[in-house]
């Protein structure tokens, strides 16, 4: 992992977009089925939307029916981080991304094989670099 990117709240709002901020920096969550890749099947990488830090892959994204972005694993292990999460009176795995500490969204014990994990991402979490063929 490369080194920690720290901003000030006020540098994080001139950056990201309203949804993005109350996302990543809030831990806010966008509604289901609205996110520009919930329905997305173009083959890349998936992004951090505040730091850049690759995240998950195409290759590895799945329909789980939910209405987020949903991935069996991220792309390195190193560029997520996880953390107990038990608001809204739910007990849940919060992931986010180690280089700026953005919420991502959860990770939750019902994915396909290989893993059996879902990693349930907000699409305002994330920027899509296309593969270029």
Excluded at 50 to 77: H, I, M, N, R, V
Aim: aromatic share 10%.
């Amino acid at each position: 992992m490369s080194e920690k990117v720290k901003k000030s709240e006020d540098e994080w709002k001139e950056k990201l977009t309203d949804e993005q901020f109350a996302v990543t920096r809030k831990k806010g969550t966008e509604r289901a089925f609205t996110g520009k890749y919930h329905d997305h099947h173009e083959k890349g990488k998936y992004k951090c939307v505040c730091c850049g830090e690759e995240l998950f892959e195409s290759d590895t994204k799945f329909e789980s029916g939910s209405g987020w972005p949903s991935f069996y694993k991220p792309a390195k292990d190193e560029n997520v981080k996880e953390e107990s999460d038990t608001t809204h009176g739910m007990a849940r795995t919060e992931v986010m991304c180690s280089k700026c500490d953005a919420h991502l969204g959860h990770v939750f014990p019902d994915g396909p094989n290989p893993t059996g994990l879902r990693y349930c991402i907000n699409s305002a979490s994330l920027d899509f670099d296309k593969n270029e063929d």
